[in-house]
């Protein structure tokens, strides 16, 4: 975990980068005014020109970081920042300037569109959402180092704007240097690509380990765009059934794990024990009593649910202890260990053990760069050596039991989620499996009825499946299917119409919209002016500060206390969760809108209502940062699949962008027109809007792996669609 968040910090250097041009502008615009001259248009069309440029790039920013990587693109932004930075030093009018704005809006674009990408593709899910808060730390970090420069700046006699604007390339070559030299490529557009041998060396240089065969095959599963989901309920063990092929007479079934030494034994598990289960998940899909309410919250929100204890059953911890992490490996045991479903389908279908010396062999002669190299080939370790064969194929089993009860090195697909195989009917079936109740039945154990054998112990586990994009087996045993035969081979923009694609769009457009017209970054880059205009001077007269360099004192103070604000957040971020933590504080934010639009139309006096103002902003700015400042772009970078994930990015950031632009340049109008209490009616009333979508479309996706959250996506589009006619 040390090398994704080194590597996250590295990358929201260009998020500290806009938050730095966002304040740095907000205080040079007072001077380039006096200098210029500017009409109010003009003016907002200054701040405005690098918001253009950021809806131009992002445009395109998608589907190029698709195609080139998302590295290159990152590259790409240092240098626009530095160049930008070059050209407002010098900009000798305010055509100049308007370009060295569009340069940096292109810089920006990149940066906002593609750090929380990477960051998620790149993060465990465990940490993830409070890695990809980093971009909202360091933009307000930036914001108040910028604040600062510009007050000092203000107490000289002349103030330059033009060395205010032209201090960001001094950073930007550090965000330069990091990029070409120390940001690894995303390991999942590195698979996406075939580029196998890439991605496992990056993953190994993020998870810190040798042995990420778990990670690859979640990287490869996640290629996968749609295709027919169920979701079941099973009861699960370790594999201790030494004779059990596929599946026996009691329904029993092997799952394959993505090691040789990992296997799992698993039961439907019986209709009246699944009724408060997998009954109550289908029924919040199929239940259309509150018509506005996504079903998909519900489902998501059942994978969190702390369920009750089983009322009974055996306790024994010595299975559920390990589950959470993906059942431990000896620490002497060798790592990255190739998975074992190849062996366990032939010697089921083939019971011919001959043919394993042969594809040794030939395993050996290929390529390192061919997609299943690392997850298919077998290698002899000791520890195979040591082993017993046995007839039926299962000379590992009893061994296993040991070697993965004990040991330290945990394994799994992150979040306490697991994968599973299953070869049914010439195909494999992938499982996402989940123990049911979280943290709460740690410890807790279902007993199977009717279990006659000596494990009988087994847990509650959901399990949703899929057909996996292990191909059927060949002559030569079974076989990654490279991407570009199983993914989709129309283009792109027909992806978008998979319905677990379009509800994401849904979630994700509407959530980035509404969180512009809350109206943030208008307040944001304004904040010195509607500061000053609600009387800031009077509160810093005593200091002798003018009421300009009082308004810069009050801003960087105020960003200095989001910062607090935000280290909450990256706490709270992946405990409470996303969709809990904008329920929350919006109503934070709604209430201090309120009371600022009572202290300007109720007049107590002028030092109280400057400060009653001038503590709503304050408030305002600490809550927004805390929930719906970081998790819109949180929630676009994990809800879709990896294939369209540039592209459908690209579509939440111009509309992030779009909405940026109509706030920030219709602000000095409406300030002109309606004044700050008709400004702040109309967030407010956006805040309620946003509340309400968020309460009924806005899933909790904490700790889960994102091709976990986009199957379930799909699932749940599908199993809506097909309620009405279809009792799910």
Known sequence: MKGATLVALA???????????NATIAGAMIYINKDMNLPTSVQGLVVAMSLIGATVITTCSGPISDWLGRRPMLILSSVMYFLSGLIMLWSPNVYVLCLARLLDGFGAGLAVTLVPVYISETAPPEIRGQLNTLPQFLGSGGMFLSYCMVFVMSLSDAPSWRGMLGVLSIPSLVYLFFTVFYLPESPRWLVSKGRMDEAKRVLQQLCGREDVTDEMALLVEGLDIGGEKTL????????????????????????????ENQSYIARPIPEQQSSMFLRSRHGSLANQSMILKDPLVDLFGSLHEKMPEAGGGNTRSGIFPHFGSMFSTNADAPHGKPAHWEKDVESQFNKDHDDYATDDNAADDDSDNDLRSPLMSRQTTSMDKDMIPHPTGGSTLSMRRHSTLTG???????????????????????????EDGGESRRGSIISLPGGGHDGGSYIHASAL?????????????????????TAPTG?????????????????????????????????????????ERAGVDILLSSFGLSSISASFLISGLTTLLMLPSIVVAMRLMDVSGRRALLLWTIPVLILSLIVLVISELVHISKVVNAALSTACVILYFCFFVMGYGPIPNILCSEIFPTRVRGLCIAICAMVFWI????????????????????????YGAVCVISWIFVYMKVPETKGMPLEVITDYFAFGAQAQASAPSKDI
């Open 11 to 21: 990358a929201t250097i260009g998020n500290f980068l806009q938050g730095w041009d």
């Open 232 to 259: 079941e309920d099973l009861l699960v063990t370790l594999d201790d059934h030494e004779a059990l092929e596929t599946v026996n007479e009691d329904g029993q079934m092997r799952l394959l794990g993505t090691h």
């Open 491 to 531: 283009p792109l923009w027909s992806a978008l119409l998979e319905p677990g694609v379009k509800r994401a769009l849904v979630v994700g457009v509407g959530i980035q919209i509404l969180q512009q017209f809350s109206g943030i970054n208008g307040v944001l880059y304004y904040t010195p002016q509607i500061l």
């Open 465 to 485: 499946v899929s057909k996996s994009v292990l191909g059927p087996k060949s002559i030569h045993g079974s076989a990654m299917v490279p991407p570009e035969k």
């Open 408 to 434: 330290e090195t945990n394994m799994g697909i992150g979040g306490g989620w697991h994968m599973g195989y299953r070869y049914d009917n010439g195909e494999y079936k992938r499982y996402y499996l989940k």
């Open 659 to 682: 909405g940026d632009i109509i706030v920030t340049y219709s602000l000095p109008v409406l300030l002109s027109s309606i004044g700050l209490v008709g400004v702040f009616i109309i």
